[in-house]
Every structure is written in C-alpha cells, then in structure tokens.
C-alpha cells in the first residue's frame, strides 16, 4: 500500500523529470538545428515522448525557452517583499535570490542564448521573459512603496542581464558577477 502522498510525490517528480527532458531536448536542438528547423515531433522524439506529451506541458515550442519563468517570477517578489532595505539595495536582494536559483543551470542559459540566436521569436520569447521579471520586479516595489520602482525595476534586470553574460563567458558564481554588476552602480 502506497504511503499517503508518496503517489502524488512521484508524479509530481515524473511531471518535473518530463518537461525538463523536454526542455532540455528543445534547446539542444534550438542550438544545433535552429528554431525553425526544429519540429515539435524531432523534440518529442529526443526527450522520448510522444508529441501528444509535449503538448501537455507547451502550447507552442517556443514556450520550452521559459526555464521556469512563472516560478521564477514568483521567487523575485517574494524576494523583494521580504527583503531589508530600499531601493537598490532591496533590488539587489531580489537580483541575487533570482541569480542563485539559477546556479545550476549554466549550460541550459548557455544553450538558450545561442537557441535565441537562431531566432527572432526566440529571442522575443527571451525578451518577453525579461520583461516580465521587470514588471513583476516594479510591481513588488510599488506594493512597498518604494520611488521610482520601474526604474529600479529596470536597473535591477539589466544588472542581471550582464550578469549573465559574464557568468556565460568567465565562469564563476553568477551572483557575484550580479553582486560586481550592483557595485560598479554605486
């Protein structure tokens, strides 16, 4: 007899090991094949599902760049609605919570920027993504009370931006390549 919720655990961890594997299959063939040379079914096949399965988890292909996005948005404001401080110290908080969760996944953000290279919809999709931190960033900043919380918003993501492409080119922790990016403002 299954414990109480140990049935639900393992389809959860199923669910999670499906749409990484996905993912994972979608960006290497992004960055091998290009965006439009990629069907649905060739990334299906590559992460051994049927195309049926992939639509469960995406409606469209270029939804697999996401890595997270929602889960992610929901990290940085609550990284700022429990942070010390104000302005850029409160976004530099956030910036460094949302950098830390991404620690793991340097060859996946390396292989999604070169999977946007091969596209204008990706790289949208990759734009879409930054902003959508951005506003959820000002967002936060406004429910604190904070001055000019777009502005701080928008330094705060393109602090990050750099900070990635640092990360992807030298290496090293991408929170202090985040933590220099905040520095170098001061």
Do not use: C, N
């Not at 091998?32 to 469960?56: K, M, P, Q």
């Not at 929901?74 to 620690?103: K, S, T």
């Not at 931190?133 to 900043?141: P, Y």
């Amino acid at each position: 007899m299954t414990e109480p919720g140990r049935g639900a655990g393992r389809r959860e961890t199923h669910k999670l090991s499906t749409r990484r594997a996905l993912e994972d299959a979608a960006l290497l063939r992004f960055a091998r094949d290009g965006y439009d040379a990629t069907s649905v079914e060739s990334i299906a096949a590559d992460a051994g599902v049927s195309t049926r399965t992939f639509f469960r988890y995406f409606a469209t292909k270029d939804e697999v760049l996401d890595m997270g996005r929602v889960e992610r948005q929901d990290e940085v404001g609550a990284a700022v609605r429990f942070a010390e401080g104000h302005g850029l110290d409160l976004v530099r908080a956030a910036v460094l919570a949302l950098a830390a969760g991404f620690a793991e996944d340097r060859d996946r953000v390396a292989l999604r920027g070169r999977a946007a290279g091969s596209s204008p919809v990706l790289r949208g999709r990759l734009l879409d993504t930054l902003l959508s931190w951005e506003h959820t960033l000002a967002s936060a900043l406004e429910e604190r009370g904070e001055p000019e919380a777009a502005t701080l918003a928008a330094v705060a993501v393109a602090v990050f931006r750099s900070a990635v492409t640092g990360w992807l080119r030298d290496g090293g922790a991408l929170t202090d390549h985040a933590d220099a990016g905040f520095a170098a403002l001061s």
